[in-house]
């Protein structure tokens, strides 16, 4: 008989569910750490470092849906979708709808990611218009020859095949938006500390709103790792990257071997600070610790606690003995 859908709260701090595992254990010195060995089924769903607990539905119910298409005998590749865009249609979460509004009060540029364990990969970046990025990062996997469109081609490219054209906004993402304009207003008032000007080098297309800006804490990315009945893994990622950046900015969410990889060994996914983790490619470091038979617990725990203390760090993970997840 197969196991009931379940999941289980593993942090507040990074929002991550596990669903269709058997334990959870809540750690010690970091904000999140859990995992443990599981056989099946199994996914794994985030809400991004900087989601508060408040919103800990979102990725549970993400984690059952990836968990349904499993236990439904669906590929670990339609889990981990199914699971990403969940969120992503989720308006309290940094993707699709809820994507982050940058400086200019307009611009909205996503990225996002898919991977399987057997290596296919694909990404967009800096695509707009669209309500599900993830979706278009999967047709570029199953409709072209490319592993990563960017900018306006993936946005027309999205549109040709049958997307909306729509710009993915909502009452949630406009309040986040005034609430870091009036954060970065009072930073930029302030003589005791420095902040980078990021007016100086404006390359929007919209003139620079009257009452330019700031760094809240706010959510970061969505994301997904699955294995299926086979014991084949795939990865998912989705964000609205970080609001206070220049135009055309790209996070590690689509950069190969930085946001996601999976492999034959598991499937890791990461959410953070974006130019961080690309430099230490984080999340093929960490599958790189599965592949050598490192427990996906440990894998995770090792990576975070040698990520630097003043960067955010969330990390989700499934090899073939089991789950992790770890963050600070
Ligand atoms: N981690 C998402 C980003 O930096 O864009």
Redesign the pocket.
């Known amino acids: 008989m197969r196991p009931a859908p379940r999941s289980l709260l593993l942090s507040a701090a990074l929002l991550a569910f596990a669903a269709g595992v058997p334990e959870a254990r809540t750690a010690d010195t970091l904000a999140t750490l859990a995992g443990g060995r599981s056989a099946g089924p199994l996914a794994l769903t985030h809400g991004g470092v900087g989601s508060g607990p408040e919103l800990a539905d979102g990725p549970r119910a993400a984690a059952d849906t990836a968990l349904k298409v499993l236990l439904a005998g669906g590929s670990s590749l339609d889990a981990a979708t199914a699971g990403t865009v969940h969120l992503e249609n989720d308006p309290r979460f940094n993707a699709g709808t809820g994507a982050n509004i940058r400086l200019d009060g307009k611009t909205i540029q996503m ?1 996002a990611a898919v991977m399987t364990g057997a290596g296919r990969f694909a990404a967009v970046g800096v695509i707009e218009r669209v309500r599900n990025p993830v979706l278009v990062a999967r047709a570029v996997m199953d409709s072209t020859p490319h592993l990563f469109l960017a900018g306006e081609g993936a946005t027309r490219f999205a549109h040709r095949i049958g997307f909306a054209d729509v710009v993915p906004t909502c009452p949630e993402a406009e309040a986040k938006y005034r609430a870091r304009m009036k954060r970065l207003g009072e930073l930029y008032a302030r003589t005791d500390t420095t902040i980078y000007d990021w007016r100086r080098y404006w390359n929007f297309p919209n003139p620079m709103p009257a009452d330019v800006l700031d760094w809240g804490k706010h959510g ?2 969505v994301g997904t790792v699955a294995r299926d009945a086979s014991g084949r893994f795939a990865a998912t990622l989705s ?1 609205g ?2 609001s206070v950046t220049l135009y055309g900015r790209v ?3 689509p950069v190969y071997g930085c ?1 996601l990889y999976a492999g034959p060994a598991g499937a890791v996914a990461c ?4 130019e961080e ?1 690309i430099k230490r490619f984080m999340a093929h470091a960490v599958y790189e610790k599965l592949a050598h038979g490192v427990s996906a617990r440990r894998a995770v725990e090792e990576a975070v606690r040698a990520f630097p203390e003043r960067f955010d760090l969330g990390l989700i993970a499934v090899g073939r003995e089991g789950w992790g997840v770890a963050g600070r």
């Open positions: 990225d970061d990315t964000t990257g970080t996070g590690d969410v946001g959410t953070g600070e974006g983790i």
